[in-house]
C-alpha cells in the first residue's frame, strides 16, 4: 500500500450522471494531485492542491471539479462526461512541490472510468 | 519545453536477460530524474531516482544512469523477472515550467517472458 486511498476502483456513468471520485492519503502530505491516464497517451495532470488551495489547473473542462477539503482529502467530481473521458484517473500526494526539492510522488491505484 | 522522450514503447525479453529503457529530456536545467513502475492494477510507484550531480546509481538488480552531456538517463534491469512486466515511466519535474508538475514519458511496456 501506497498510502493512498481511492474510491470506487471502477465506475461506470452515463453521459448525464453526476458522480464522484474521492482520494485519501495517509502520508501527512500537503500537495495533492489528480492525473487521467488514457491509453496510449502520458499520465495528464488535471489539478494540483498545495495545503488545501488550487495551484494547478491543466485546462481542464469545466465538467471536471476538484475540491480539496483538507490536506487529506480529495475529490473530482463528475457531471455531464462525454465517452472520450473514459480513462484511468490517478490520485497522488507529495510532501512539498516537485521542483528543486526533489519530492517524490505517491499514487493511488486509480478510479477506471467508462462513460457510456 | 515540455518534453520527455522515452523508448522503446514496447520491449519483451527472457528471463534472466536485462532491459534497457531509455529517456531524453529537452531542459538542461533538468538535475532530477525518476523512473516509476505501474504493475496491472495499480499506480506508478517510484523504483530509483538519480540526481544530476551523479552518473550512476544501482540498487539491486535495476539501476539508472545519466548522461547530462547527451541529455538522456537509462533505466537497466538485470537478471529480469516475470514480476518486473510492467509499464516504466521515466518522469522529468523541470520539464513542466511549474514548482508541481512531473512531466512523464509515454511509458514502455516491459514483458518477461518465462
Known amino acids: 500500500e501506497t498510502g493512498v486511498t481511492q474510491t470506487p476502483r471502477h465506475l461506470v456513468m452515463g453521459m448525464t450522471n453526476k458522480k464522484s471520485l474521492k482520494c485519501e492519503q495517509h502520508l501527512g502530505h500537503n500537495a495533492m494531485y489528480w492525473y487521467k491516464q488514457s491509453a496510449k497517451k502520458p499520465l495528464e495532470l488535471m489539478f494540483v492542491y498545495n495545503f488545501k488551495e488550487q495551484t494547478e489547473n491543466n485546462s481542464v473542462p469545466s465538467r471536471f471539479s476538484p475540491e480539496c477539503p483538507n490536506s487529506s482529502h480529495l475529490f473530482l467530481h463528475l457531471h455531464t462526461l462525454q465517452p472520450e473521458d473514459s480513462a484511468l484517473y490517478l490520485c497522488?500526494?507529495?510532501?512539498?512541490?516537485?521542483?528543486?526539492?526533489?519530492?517524490?510522488?505517491?499514487f493511488g491505484s486509480g478510479t477506471q472510468l467508462s462513460v457510456l | 519545453g515540455e518534453n520527455v522522450e522515452q523508448h522503446p514503447s514496447t520491449l519483451s525479453v527472457q528471463e534472466g536477460d536485462s532491459a534497457v529503457i531509455k529517456c531524453t529530456y529537452s531542459d538542461s536545467a533538468s538535475n532530477y530524474f525518476p523512473w516509476y513502475k505501474q504493475e496491472l492494477g495499480k499506480g506508478p510507484q517510484l523504483i530509483i531516482d538519480?540526481?544530476?550531480?551523479?552518473g550512476e546509481k544501482k540498487d539491486q538488480r535495476i539501476a539508472v544512469t545519466l548522461n547530462k552531456t547527451a541529455k538522456h538517463f537509462s533505466l537497466h534491469i538485470t537478471e529480469t523477472q516475470p514480476e518486473d512486466s510492467a509499464v516504466y515511466f521515466c518522469a522529468d519535474p523541470n520539464s513542466g515550467g511549474s514548482n508541481y508538475k512531473l512531466t512523464f514519458g509515454k511509458g514502455t511496456l516491459l514483458t518477461v517472458n518465462p
Open positions: 497522488a500526494s507529495s510532501q512539498g512541490i516537485l521542483q528543486r526539492t526533489n519530492e517524490k510522488l505517491f
Open positions: 538519480i540526481r544530476s550531480n551523479v
